[in-house]
Each structure stands twice: as structure tokens, then as C-alpha cells.
């Protein structure tokens, strides 16, 4: 089954898929980009992840060159091609290619790329023990609420966690903790979900919307506010949502044990419920 290929509107063969090295995104990581799963072939929450697509090519001022209905026939006309049991849809949207020149340049069209390759599924024994994890300052601009292919701050701090030998880093700026290097974080604190506030410090992430929507409805109090680092090692439980790790126990962080060292209640029944949400057999 193909990896599939896309630039600007058209489908090619992947080692024909390539940018001019004046394209704005390698030279300056002068863009934004989104990634989509799929669930049993139906991209997960697609409109939420091109809502905020087109939110951060809006907060950039870069042109958004396609509708919703051409981005949903692509994507689903891609899956279908490539023929994954799961996917991963990337996409990705720059400022074009041009003289490099920090300003923008004038009548210059944006690269579109979209990349569709297989998503190897989670190791089921990682969700049953939970993960460990250690915490990285968060060294981000100030923008971190867009999704921009400028991650360099988060190459290094997700490479700082391979190091030690951990699975995620955890981002703290000026004591406070931010998020995950790919992924929101949540913490249990006496019955209640505590998560960071959306706004400039993190990425709203599509799966922490799900996740506090299922919450809700499951009547777990949450609360949206920013934790000290300490109150990260005495929470009752902590745990990472995002596209790919969906809803994943963290059972340490910085070598300190989170509750009793083992996933708990509240991170079971959400990623239970996130199981009966995506359709997958529960997980924990
Ligand atoms: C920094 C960061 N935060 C949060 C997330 C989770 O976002 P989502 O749930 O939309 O995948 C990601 C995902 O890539 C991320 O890179």
C-alpha cells in the first residue's frame, strides 16, 4: 500500500513529492500544519482540526488557497488511495517560495503539502502500565496556541526525553506547567480534571476538547488553570491527550511515583469513554 503524496492540488508519487529549497517553511518555518488520524478509515474530528487550520494560517496572515469541501474530498480521495488500515493525515501550509527576504513576499502562493502514511498502533501494554515522563523547560515564542511548523523548541525538548529515556517531555515555563511536547497534559486533583487554560502558553489540542467534553458528561469537575511542578508530582493522577497518543496514563515524572505508580480510575473511565467514542475496543 502507497505512502501518499500531495503539493498544491495534485496527487504524485512520493520520491517525486519534493519543495524548492526557497520554500518559506524550510527556510524560516514560516508555516502551519495539521495531523489527522483516522479511525476505521473516517478521519477523526475533521472539521475541528480545519477550524484550526484556517485559525492559524489566520493568526499568521497566510493564505488559506482551499475550501473545506476540496480539503475533505482530498484527504478521503488520499485515505481511499492509500488503503491504510489507519492513517495519518499531515498537512501542512507555508508562505511559498520565494528570494529568502524576512517579509513577506508579495504575490507569492503558499505550498500546500499533504502526506498520508500508515498509523502503527499503540502498544496496548504501554496503556495498561502508563508512561514516564520528565519535565523540560518550555523554551516556545509566545504563540504556542498555533499549530506552526516551527518546532524547534519542541524537537529539543522531545529529544532531551529519549535521552533519559522517557516518553514524553513535559514543558514547564516559569514554573508552571505548560503541556507536552506533542501532547496536552491533565492531572487529577480530588475527583477534578486539572488542565493549563487554552490561550497563547499551549496548543488547544482537538483531543483535549473530546477529552473535557467527555469529562463533562461523565460529571468530572474541571477545572482550566496552570499547576505548579509540584503540584504535578502530588497530583492523584496525570495524563497526555492528543492525536496519537489519544488518552494515555502518566504513571511518573521525574523519577517521583503519581499516585500508586499505576494508571487510575479517572484516566481509565476517560480513555474507556474515549474507546466507545472512537470505536475501538477499551483500551485500558
Ligand atoms: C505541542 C502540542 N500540544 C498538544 C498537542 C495535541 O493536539 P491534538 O490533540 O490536536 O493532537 C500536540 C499534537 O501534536 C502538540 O504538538
Redesign the pocket.
Known sequence: MPDIAFINGRFLPWHEATVPIEDRGFQFGDGVYE?IRTYRGRPFELD??LN?LDRSAHELSLIQPYTRAQWTEWIQQGIRAAGYAEAKVYLQITRGVAARDHVFPPNVAPTVVMTIRELASFPAKTRETGVITKTCEDLRWGR?DI?SVN?LA?VLAREEAKRAGVFEAILVKEGLVT??????VMVVQSGAVVTAPEGPR???????TVVLELARAAGIPIREEFLTVESLYTADEVFL????VEVLAVVQVDGRTIGTGRPGPVVKALASRWAALTGESPLL
Open positions: 495531523v475541528a482540526h484550526r504556542c499549530k518546532l519542541n503541556e507536552g511536547s506533542v501532547s496536552n499551549i496548543l488547544s489540542g482537538v483531543t483535549r491527550t492528543g492525536t496519537t
